[in-house]
């Protein structure tokens, strides 16, 4: 007993050391020097903490969330000068005014240059009283191929639900994707294609239903079935800005996945506020949670939330054709930045075609939590007991300036706005990765631009979890030991592209 007890305690030790590594990075960091442009770092050695620091300093000096707008005739952001704060309304390509991130109208196919992109390598500790164990270690990244065409990989050391002494590369996630939005007026059409290995179907943002989907669970791993999806995805989305819509996803198995071909998904949707009230509504096929997953039935659903300018939550019926009654329940924290207060908001696009929701900031204990627990994906896990978290080991960038200022005397001329999001099963392993773009103001397009990419922490999300019974008093512990559902992981992220500003030539 004394062992088990030792070992627990070494676990919640290395826990908090990670969590406090973390957020205290830019008090380790300072007075050190940054990397260079396309350099690797480790997450905790001096490198990386003197860039966290560095950005942390810079947002510091930067107009806060919500704070008042430059009065007029201020000039376009110059390089070595402090960007826009994490969310913040950046200021207008060529105007003195501030603009908002949104969708262009026409078609946009988002690209933040060939050859760009970002990557790091985690790994996984589950700890109880009679172990500690490391697992899941894990290579994830994306990279940019062109417009609306980029390439995203998750790779984990071997194909064992723990320990990581054996070295056989094992592919969770793989795939090209080709994507763009068309918008004009109140339409919007969003369209993605994959081929390839994938472990994450939601595009485009997920709207409040899409966070219960059930998440491709580990029995491939146990040698069980296959789990994921394997072969060429397609979704199409229409949207109109009363909230109506429709919504299809389709498969055509391959790379090893038995079957043909599949609808996941093809259905109508209604999405709407009422006040604080969220309600969403689709009809149509539905995605069936039960494994293996990649077959839709026949059905409907209904979502009603409330939403607080701190937190939101609300409950899910689900009635699908040779299913059981399912229920569920959500909660959603908000982003957690600067110490500002920001409401939480709804869907990611509106009627005046503005950006909202993903870059929220708030100081109240819970969003807190959310950023320590995001920081290092903690997770209570009842099969095995025990608490999961991970411990990030090394991350990168490769065509960017990462989070440092670019040359000095570029001009500030547009953004990107983005969120790279992750779900963990109930076992707490993580084995998808996903960045979905959320808007963009100015020029972003010229590949002669320079990027700086500013990333803000991961953070605990939401929880949603869905059960087969009644969320009734009688049925509650049933309810309970049944349910199954995710937790998101979310880290909001800017592409800042800068054109460099020739000194005019004297005469």
């Known amino acids: 007993m004394?062992?088990?007890?030792?070992?627990f305690a070494l676990a919640v030790t290395l826990l908090f050391f990670c969590v406090h590594l973390v957020l205290d990075a830019d008090a380790l960091a300072q007075g050190t020097a940054p990397p260079a442009l396309g350099t690797v770092s480790l997450v905790a050695g001096a490198d990386t903490l003197a860039l966290d620091a560095g950005t942390l300093t810079l947002r510091a000096a930067s107009p806060a969330l919500g704070a008042a707008p430059p009065a007029p005739g201020a000039a376009l952001l110059v390089a070595g000068t402090s960007p826009p704060a994490l969310g913040a309304a950046p200021l207008s390509a060529g105007t003195d005014t501030?603009?908002?991130?949104?969708?262009?109208?026409?078609?946009?196919?988002?690209?933040?240059?060939?050859?760009?992109g970002h990557w790091d390598l985690r790994v996984g500790v589950h700890a109880w009283t009679d172990h500690i164990e490391l697992r899941n270690?894990?290579?994830?990244?994306l990279i940019d191929l062109g417009p609306g065409l980029r390439a995203l990989a998750v790779v984990r050391s071997n194909s064992d639900v723990a320990g990581i002494t054996t070295v056989a590369p094992r592919i969770d996630e793989l795939y090209l994707e080709k994507y763009g939005y068309y918008t004009r007026g109140a339409h919007r059409l969003s369209l993605s294609l994959r081929l390839g290995v994938l472990r994450?179907?939601?595009f485009p943002y997920p709207d409040i239903i899409s966070t219960f989907d059930q998440v491709p669970g580990i029995a491939d791993l146990q040698g069980t079935h296959p789990t994921g999806y394997g072969g060429l995805?397609?979704?199409a989305e229409y949207e109109h800005a009363s909230g109506l819509g429709a919504h299809f996803t389709a498969i055509k198995w391959g790379f090893g996945y038995p079957g043909r071909h599949d609808l996941i998904e093809g259905y109508g949707f209604y999405r709407t506020q009422l006040g604080p009230?969220?309600?969403?509504?689709?009809?149509?096929?539905?995605?069936?949670?039960?494994?293996p997953l990649g077959k839709g039935a026949p059905g409907y659903n209904v979502y009603l939330g409330y939403r607080d300018p701190e937190w939101q939550a609300g409950?899910?019926?689900e009635k699908l054709q040779g299913q059981p009654v399912r229920t569920g329940v959500m909660v959603r924290f908000a982003f957690p930045h600067s110490g500002q207060s920001q409401p939480i908001t709804g869907n990611p696009w509106r009627p005046d075609g503005h950006f909202h929701g993903s870059y929220l900031s708030v100081s109240i204990p819970a969003a807190r939590f959310a950023e320590a627990a995001g920081r290092v994906a903690l997770d209570y896990t009842r099969a095995p007991q025990g608490i999961a978290f991970e411990i990030p080991l090394a991350k990168g960038s490769f065509g960017m300036h990462g989070e440092l200022p670019p040359p000095q005397g570029a001009q500030l001329v547009g953004e990107i706005h983005a969120e790279r999001v992750t779900t963990y099963w109930q076992n707490g392993q993580s084995r998808n990765y996903y960045e979905h773009v959320t808007g963009q103001w100015g020029e972003t397009g010229d590949p002669a631009l320079?990027?700086?990419?500013?990333?803000?922490?991961?953070?605990?999300?939401?929880e949603a979890l869905v059960s087969p019974n009644m969320l009734t008093p009688s049925q509650l512990r049933e309810w309970e030991r049944q349910r199954q559902g995710p937790a998101q992981l979310a880290q909001p992220v800017v592409y800042q592209f800068y054109r460099s500003v020739r000194e005019p030539v004297a005469d």
């Open 2 to 7: 004394t062992r088990r007890r030792l070992r």
């Open 98 to 116: 501030l603009s908002e991130p949104g969708f262009p109208d026409g078609w946009w196919a988002p690209t933040i240059g060939p050859g760009k």
């Open 137 to 141: 270690l894990r290579l994830r990244g």
């Open 200 to 202: 994450y179907l939601r």
């Open 233 to 235: 995805v397609a979704t």
């Open 277 to 291: 009230l969220d309600l969403e509504l689709r009809a149509g096929i539905l995605a069936l949670r039960p494994e």
């Open 315 to 317: 409950v899910l019926y």
């Open 450 to 462: 320079d990027v700086v990419v500013v990333e803000g922490p991961w953070y605990l999300q939401l």
